[in-house]
């Protein structure tokens, strides 16, 4: 049985350590197509990030996990994945 690929969105300051726990727990049974930590340089416009998160994860997921902690709410990134994601599945 093929296996889901998913991407997880999540602040990766603060909910590293969750996502982490996920797919430590659960990686066996995904293909990770999450963003980590230096994937992205840091030298990119917001929006050269956000065509990279969709272009190149979003769009291969066929599933999506938003970790939602406490300061979610003001990531625009973790925002952005979201509506990307509903947008691509309709």
Known sequence: MPKHKVF???HHKNDFSYKDSLTNYFGNNFVNYSVDTGDI???K???????IIR???????SVTIVLIG???WGRKHV???FFEFKRNSI
């Open 70 to 72: 406490r300061d979610t």
């Open 45 to 51: 416009t917001d929006e050269q990030i956000r065509q």
């Open 55 to 61: 272009d190149e994860y979003i769009r291969n997921a």
């Open 79 to 81: 925002v952005r994945n």
């Open 8 to 10: 997880i969105s999540y």
């Open 41 to 43: 340089h840091d030298n």
